[in-house]
């Protein structure tokens, strides 16, 4: 007989395999907290599992990523993640991101209503009140060395990073060529994992 996880429906099978390919010293535990989900009504247990998978990649990214050296954090100081405009992760963010670290460093997660004091951002996970406002906002961090990420979820802006769900597993695409531009280099570990790549020019 097939455990509870194998009978889980399609939308609660969040990106495990990418996920585990991602080394790190602790684990995510998403499987778990899928699993758990379970005794709760199907789309709440599946808004809560996908967000639960993306809260985990995103600062697992920045493990993945070369910014350029004026933008490298001050001696001791921490990479910055930050959630500009609306935060539907919550806690599940900054529980995520204790758990990781670039080069050798932390990661702190702030908040931002709005673009204002998001100078010191290193990873910005973008999302406006409409589609509107979150191509507003990724155009105004265009000229910054700032890996965006953005959500489907949320309409089709799309950042360097762009979380979408296939086949009820989240994925993402990677603009490489974007990256590229602003001086940050992505992994080709990274590259590999993504559904799509739109790739820099030689």
Not at 97 to 114: E, H, K, L, T
Not at 125 to 145: K, Q
Request: charged residues 20%; aromatic residues 6%.
């Amino acid at each position: 007989m097939r455990n509870a996880r194998d009978r889980r429906p399609a939308c609660l099978r969040v990106r495990e395999g990418i996920l585990s390919s991602l080394p790190t010293g602790r684990a995510l535990g998403v499987p778990l907290l899928a699993a758990a989900l379970l005794a709760t009504p199907a789309p709440a247990a599946a808004q809560a599992s996908e967000l639960a998978a993306k809260a985990a990649f995103i600062p697992r990214f920045g493990r993945y990523v070369s910014w350029p050296g004026a933008a490298q954090p001050g001696p001791r100081q921490p990479y910055v993640l930050c959630v500009v405009g609306r935060d539907p992760f919550g806690r599940s963010l900054d529980r995520a991101a204790a758990r990781q670290q670039i080069d050798g460093r932390g990661i702190v997660v702030q908040r931002f209503a709005s673009l204002e004091g998001t100078q010191g951002c290193h990873i910005a996970y973008v999302r406006g009140a409409t589609a509107p406002d979150t191509e507003r906002m990724l155009l105004a961090l265009r000229e910054r060395p700032v890996l965006t990420v953005t959500d489907s979820r949320a309409g089709p802006p799309r950042g360097i990073i762009h979380f979408t769900v296939a086949a009820g597993r989240v994925r993402f695409f990677i603009d490489e060529a974007e990256a590229s531009a602003r001086g940050i280099a992505i992994s080709s570990r990274l590259l590999a994992l993504a559904l799509g790549v739109r790739q820099r020019r030689p």
